[in-house]
Structure formats: C-alpha cells, structure tokens
Antibody
Framework: EVQLVESGGGLVQPGGSLRLSCAAS????????MTWVRQAPGKGLEWVSLIYTDGTTKYADSVKGRFTLSRDTSTNTLFLQMNSLRPEDTAIYYCARGYCSGAYCYPVWFDPWGQGTLVTVSS | EIVLTQSPATLSLSPGERATLSCRAS??????LAWYQQRPGQAPRLLIYDASNRATGIPARFSGSGSGTDFTLTISSLEPEDFAVYYCQQRRNWPPLTFGGGTKVEIK
C-alpha cells in the first residue's frame, strides 16, 4: 500500500528551525516527484517545494533561502529543513507524491498525500 | 504567477442536487488544471487532472471540463460524503505551482 507519514512538526519560536520528515512506503521517494504543500489554519493550500527524480529542487518565493528539501534513499524519507521560521509559516505541512496512473506518473499532479504535521511559529 | 480564482466561495446544496464549481485562471493554462477534494480534518485528494481526466477510483459523478482560462468541476448528484472543500491547481507555468482559494460545498 502506498502511504506517506509526516512527522517533526511542533511549536517553535520565530527565528527558530524545524526539520519535517515524510516517511514513504509502497514506492521509492527517489523514483518519484515529491512535494510539500502547506495550509495555514482555516486557509487554502499553498505549494512550498518540490524535488524531481534527478534531485533538482524548486521552492516558492516565500520560503526560498530558508527551507531546504532533501531525501534519503536508505530510509525512503523526504525531509524539509525549515530555518528562520516566521509566524506566517504556521500551517499544516503535507507531503505528497506525483500522481501515477498505471505505469505513467504525472510529476506535478499530487496524490497520495500524507495526513500532515502542524507547525506553529509563535513566541 | 498564475492566479486561480474559484467561485462561488460557498455553495449550499442538498444531497442529490447538481453542483457546478468554477475556476478561472489569470492567463491560459491550456488543459493543465487539476481539482482536489478536501474533507474536514483530512488531506486533499486528487479528483480530476488535465482538466477532464478522473483520477483512479474517483466516482463517475465527478466530471471536469474547460480549457484556457475557464474550468468547471461538476458533481452530478451530491452524495453526503461530497460535502467538502474543492481546490483547483495549475501546472502550466511554474514555479510556483498555484492553487485556487477553494469552494466549500455545504449542506443546505
């Protein structure tokens, strides 16, 4: 079964750091496009970052230079290192995989998604 | 950045009724548009991709149409589990990938 499980969220002070993890099962993280999307409390979805199969990463302007997306093939886990956190980074952070239908994968349509991990940036 | 505008913000309907949701792009996205459903307390799930293709396991009552700047998600007959928030997303020009602000389908 394809599954994504996020962890690492919590309460952090402004300026602090957190590292989110997304453990994958049923497929390989390195063989798929993977993304992080966040949702502020009561708000809509905001794309954060994406990693290609070749390791290339892309970021939203709002997090560029502060967040770093990486992956570990040995543990089949995706990471989001978040530095210089701001109150406006408060959100549920979801990881998701590029959608695959049969043998074909669509890199930037996303399914499945994990259940999310809550990050709260507050003093 | 391509801005997606969804309307209406809230749609109040009864089970069995037809729902029509709109997503308008600030510039052409061709057919590179998807729709997601998010039920309360749950993660989003992909419903429609490339404007009109249903994702695996999505019931036939969900359909998508449109191209260019105007898109529609139609739910032909609302089931109780369809009351949720729906988002559109484009991949025509990115980064950034962008989502619409969402349409909440609520029980009337």
């Amino acid at each position: 079964e394809v599954q994504l499980v996020e962890s690492g969220g919590g309460l952090v002070q402004p300026g602090g750091s957190l590292r989110l993890s997304c453990a994958a099962s049923g497929f390989t993280v390195s063989g798929n496009y993977m993304t992080w999307v966040r949702q502020a409390p009561g708000k809509g979805l905001e794309w954060v970052s994406l990693i290609y199969t070749d390791g290339t990463t892309k970021y939203a302007d709002s997090v560029k230079g502060r967040f770093t997306l990486s992956r570990d093939t040995s543990t089949n886990t995706l990471f989001l290192q978040m530095n210089s956190l701001r109150p406006e980074d408060t959100a549920i952070y979801y990881c998701a995989r590029g959608y695959c239908s049969g043998a074909y994968c669509y890199p930037v349509w996303f399914d499945p998604w994990g259940q999310g991990t809550l990050v709260t940036v507050s003093s | 950045e391509i801005v997606l505008t969804q309307s209406p913000a809230t749609l109040s309907l009864s089970p069995g009724e037809r729902a029509t949701l709109s997503c308008r792009a600030s510039q052409s996205v061709s057919s590179y548009l998807a729709w997601y459903q998010q039920r309360p307390g749950q993660a989003p799930r992909l419903l429609i991709y490339d404007a009109s293709n249903r994702a695996t396991g999505i019931p036939a009552r969900f359909s998508g149409s449109g191209s260019g700047t105007d898109f529609t998600l139609t739910i032909s007959s609302l089931e109780p589990e369809d009351f949720a928030v729906y988002y559109c997303q484009q991949r025509r020009n990115w980064p950034p990938l962008t989502f619409g602000g969402g349409t909440k389908v609520e029980i009337k």
